[in-house]
């Protein structure tokens, strides 16, 4: 689930300059947004340099109407400023999501095309050299700049530090444990729960607590609470009691006191690419877009994962050779393992895998049923007896998966989708978990790189069910960039 997609602003309150609730995290977001802008000049300023050294080299523009002397540094400047205009120093898109990110390719890009237009306009001659070397290496630096800020923000807020938001919950009981189960799941989005308003009803006389969240007050005082547990961000989840009135008064509450008011509809996992917000009659209705189950996009995709694994496949056939080899004199039997699947509608076809147990691996099964490590479905072992000493390698590193490959060139797989299950768990699917068949499995996909082995089956079916409703290609994209990371992490591998 996207908490960024979860967690929709419903006023943003004023934010004094002083102390108040939430003044030390303001100050951790202005040190924040100052390393940004910092890292942004910076990058700007070689992108700009490597621009006018791989255009004109060590000569000055000769026979150019543009001082570039005076040029460079109006087009950093202008640049920041189209960064900025475009919110790129946004609070509610910095470190969490993919926005921001396109934020800053999309200012980028406009400015780029604002300066070749006025340039043809004014028939000024700007080299067009100059321009593309500075604006690509520019908007690729600022890319990468910002997804390594983004790392260390993450981390710090992993050990309880750096800059996050202190939330107090204002909802039912079961809404309320939801989403600090929510939030608690994903803490690098930069959410943290600090204590919970319920209703009046459900208050007991002595001090209670949801699960590990503190209940500081009821409806009535949720100003007052959120200033005595230091909180700048009320979240409102689903309640009866919590009527639209009741709701725009609360916002009118904390008007200057510097605690944003923000909204968790009962709507989630739908990313925001298909939520669209219409206002009728004062109403903030919103619009949800079924999802893309065929169509050009799943062509595109469908011709870029057979392109991509016929490449791969050629590229890395001496790996493979050598892979097999070393399976083959690791143990007796076959070097490929070739297992039956269930894909998309339902069908059924032999998954490869380079062998990474013994032969007699099945018939063992049931004697390990009893030290299976997972829940649901699946049986998962970290020390499984049944592994060779080449097999544990190749599943440290997913190098026992590149078969697969083949699979996608036969478009029985995708690059990116979910889980390819086995048919002993689809039998025991309920309507729900079936959902995982309406696209074709992947090699890679959210449960890779959100901790494999490691994760619940509850988690990886959410992830699966989240993956078919709102696929992209630009998310296939960054899941595929982060698979590499957590093959290199070997999380959850065994």
Known sequence: ????????PATTSARPGGGGPGSATRAAERAYLRTLVVLDTA???????????????????????????????????????????????DDRVLGYGADEYRRVSSASLRLAGGIAITGYIADVGVSRGFLAISFVVGTLGLEVARFGARKRLHRARYRGRGWSRKVLVVGDTAHVLELVHTLHREPYAGYRVVGACIPDALLAPVPQRLGDVPVVGSFRGIPEAATAIGADTVAVTASGELTATRLRRLGWQLEGTGVDLVVAPALTDVAGPRIHTRPVAGLPLIHVEAPEFRGARKLVKGFVDRSVSLVALLLLLPALLVIALAIKLDSRGPVLFRQVRVGQGGREFGVFKFRTMVVNADALLAELAARNETDGLMFKMRDDPRVTRVGRLLRKWSLDELPQLANV???????????????????????????RLLVKPGMTGLWQVSGRSDLSWEDGIRLDLYYVENWSLAADLTILWKTFGAVLRSRGAY
């Not at 689930?1 to 929709?8: D, G, N, Q, V």
């Not at 700009?48 to 570039?68: A, M, W």
């Open 1 to 8: 689930m996207s908490t960024a997609t979860l967690l929709t």
């Open 43 to 89: 990058v700007l300023a070689v992108a700009i340099l490597v621009g006018y050294v791989g255009r004109f080299g060590d000569d000055r523009p000769s026979g150019s109407e543009i001082p570039y002397v005076l040029f460079a540094p109006g087009l950093l400047v202008v640049w920041l400023i189209s960064l900025r205009a475009m919110g790129c120093y």
């Open 409 to 435: 060139l036969l478009g029985q797989m995708s690059l990116v989708g979910p889980r390819p299950p086995l048919p002993s768990e689809v039998a025991r699917y309920d309507g729900d978990v079936a959902r």
